[in-house]
């Protein structure tokens, strides 16, 4: 697969400001991560990943349902339900 279109696109990227490029890519795929690695891309270590399922289970979850509820920003002045 040619590297081209990839360069391209850093390119753009740059000279919009852009200073860090990251790609997410499941380690257990070979030639997704030998594409990245050819691209001139590291492995982050020590890093994880954190998501949450489906935007369904995170809409039904409410402050008083399982869990903790939503974490609190400093400084955010809003009532817990508007985010």
């Known amino acids: 697969m040619s590297l081209d279109p990839l360069g391209h696109c850093e390119r753009r990227l740059r000279e919009r400001g852009a200073i860090r490029l990251t790609a997410i890519?499941?380690?257990?795929?070979?030639?997704?991560?030998?594409?990245?690695?050819?691209?001139?891309?590291?492995r982050q270590e020590h890093r994880a990943?954190?998501?949450?399922?489906?935007?369904?289970?995170?809409?039904?979850?409410?402050?008083?349902g399982p869990g903790p509820p939503p974490a609190r920003l400093a400084g955010d002045a809003r009532a817990p339900e508007t985010y």
């Open 25 to 42: 890519v499941a380690d257990d795929e070979d030639g997704a991560m030998s594409f990245w690695r050819a691209a001139g891309y590291e």
């Open 49 to 64: 990943r954190f998501v949450r399922g489906s935007s369904s289970s995170w809409q039904s979850r409410s402050a008083d």
